[in-house]
């Protein structure tokens, strides 16, 4: 059904952190192998290895740069290079979900994933127009839209070892860059990483309600900018003695005199 | 957005079939006989054409019928339904002016209300998208009844209501460009919003996730050569609105006739094309392309 649920018992989703986020795209090559090999449609390519290669990917790191302001007549101060992952945000007033004609999205009450049944999916792509964040991706092979499923077929499964039942996307990231919880508990660590480091919500002004939380980058350090010596342990690396003394004064002069 | 040929022909052809429809409800013209089913059999090409047209676009067409089951939310599946009750209530209505020269009133009004409806359907599928802020506003409502209900009277041969509707439908038309083309600004989604960078300074997009297309850049991000767009729009208002207008005001005849209807459709086309291939879609700015 495409009403949204008025609540969820769960509120299932990821905090993804810009600040550790390397940009290494472990994640975009986790969850396309997973989401391949397992639940549904693979995830096709078309014309992979010629020229106008393309691909149905369900998440996607943007590189972006950011210049901070100019503060008065000082130099302007380093841009930020910032990395940012993007899938599903699993929306609580998910678009998507209330567009879809057939009735193929729809929002779990158990644990508020937005998913597609792939057999009532017709591939009008609608509820692809209705996402601002270009979470989903119509397949160009099997014609049925894609999306995040929070590995759904991962977090509750019972065949693997429990250290395994996360995302693909959050399981393989050597940054931690990414965690999974439940935002409807407060105690929960992506709770309390979202009320410790001001977790955002993209595009608000849109009023979709996002679950998964971006914790922003920190500033970063202006270490060209800064003329005074900043390293606690150069004082003492510094030359003791500026002049020679003694023997090797003798051999200096004598070297000089040559 | 991608300007799909299929919708753009849907959209015209069976807005102007479903326009016809309503005049032949409300008995504009009175005909009966094999007259209304000259109007008739016109109306239902334009409009279950337009119909099949749209489904080419779908992934899975042969799933169709399942679009009818999500009425409560969706404004497509809303659609489905307002086409189906108004093709099959103009059907009845139509046996009765041709089969048994009787013009049941009642069953015209709704068959007319009911196209009326899938019109305005069809127009609230783009309407209600707020990921698009040129067509998240009443006037694309208005935009596309107002060019239904003239290109109805049009083919119907109501010469004076015509020409009023088409000067109407060509200033909702001007109002829905000089709205529209402010719209993505005003909206408030920005790079600054869509990343939530903002707060540290101005945000570039420095590198796209892949080296690539992808289905996102094709359908939304998806750049048509625009540097026409103006001269377009120029073309279209005159065809669609400007022409028809005049050859109606001349004496009547029925080449004159064709040619504004020819210009209308042409017209209307032309529109709807920019009206896909000028919505910017705010997935752009993920990638640095608003």
Known sequence: MT?????????????????TCVGCHACVISCKGWNTENYGAPLSDQ?????????????????????PPMLGRAAAPDAQ????????????????????????????????????NEADCIGCGLCAWACPYGAREMDAAAGVMKKCTL?????????????????ACVRTCPSSARHFGDFADPDSNVSQLVAERGGMDLMPEQGTKPVNKYLPPRPKDQLARREEEIDGLAPFLAPVASEAKGFLSWLNKTLEKL | MHPAPSVIFFSTFSGLGFGLLIFLGLGMPAT??????????????LAVGGLISSTFHLGHPERALKAFSQWRTSWLSREAWCAVAALVLMAVYGAGLVFFEQRWTPLGVLGALASLGTVFTTSMIYGQLKTVPRWNSPLTPANFISLCIAGGALLAGQIVPAVALLALAGAIQIATWLRGDSAFANSGTTMQTATGLGHIGSVRAFEPPHTGTNYLLREFVHEVRRKH???????????????????????????????????????VLTARWLFFAQAEHVVGLYYGKR
């Open chain 1, 3 to 19: 009403m949204l649920p008025a609540k969820t018992e769960k509120k299932l989703g990821l905090v993804i952190d810009l600040d």
């Open chain 1, 47 to 67: 014309d992979p290895y010629g020229a106008d290669p393309s691909g149905t990917f369900l998440n996607r790191v943007h590189s972006y740069e950011v210049q």
């Open chain 1, 81 to 116: 290079l910032i990395h940012f992952p993007k899938s599903c945000l699993h929306c609580e007033d998910a678009p998507c979900v209330t567009v879809c004609p057939t009735g193929a999205s729809y929002k779990r009450v158990e644990d508020g994933i937005v998913l597609v």
């Open chain 1, 151 to 167: 590995c759904v077929d991962r977090i509750y499964n019972e065949n693997l070892p429990e250290i395994d039942r996360e995302p």
């Open chain 2, 32 to 45: 009966t006989g094999f007259n209304a089913f000259i109007f008739l059999a016109i109306a239902y090409l």
């Open chain 2, 229 to 267: 767009a103006h001269k377009l729009r120029i073309i279209a208002i005159m065809l669609m609105a400007v022409l028809p207008v005049v050859l109606l005001l001349l004496p009547f005849n029925h080449v004159l006739a064709l040619f504004a209807v020819l210009a209308h459709v042409g017209g």
